[in-house]
């Protein structure tokens, strides 16, 4: 069994509020939601970070971006939404398995 959290979430292993799967992805509710809406969305495929993307995933890469706004769309984020993806110590990153913030539904803070 992995002990990566979001391998366990990705699985079923682990309960989530998930919002969407499909062969390649999973999308769900971030436990501790920093705006109204607050998403995960994660390749199934144990992928560290963006640091170790490689050719081959690039195809799988842009397919997750593209799915971005299908998701904010469906989460009626009609006027527009953040994403962030936290890579690595310095940038943050917690859950060492790639995975793109996706929030909105009120005022962000400006960067
Ligand atoms: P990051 O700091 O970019 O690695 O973000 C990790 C995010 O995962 C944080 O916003 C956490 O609140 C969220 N998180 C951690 N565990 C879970 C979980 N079991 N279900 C949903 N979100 C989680």
């Known amino acids: ?10 699985a ?5 509020d998930k ?7 999973v999308a769900f ?3 501790a939601p920093k705006a109204k809406v607050h998403l995960l969305l994660i390749p199934r495929r ?3 970070s963006l640091e170790v993307l490689e050719t081959a995933d690039e195809a799988l890469a842009g397919a997750m971006l593209r799915l971005l706004p299908r998701l904010a769309r469906e989460a009626g984020l009609e006027e ?9 110590p310095g940038g943050g990153q ?3 398995h790639l995975h793109c ?8 803070p400006g960067f």
């Open 29 to 31: 509710r971030d436990i």
């Open 19 to 25: 919002v969407y799967e499909d062969e390649r992805f």
């Open 1 to 10: 069994m992995s002990d990566c959290i979001f391998c366990r979430i990705a």
């Open 12 to 16: 079923g292993e682990i309960p989530a």
């Open 46 to 48: 144990h992928i560290e």
């Open 80 to 88: 527009g939404f953040r994403t962030i993806i936290n890579t690595g």
């Open 94 to 96: 917690e859950v060492p």
């Open 101 to 108: 913030h996706l929030l909105g539904g009120e005022d962000l």
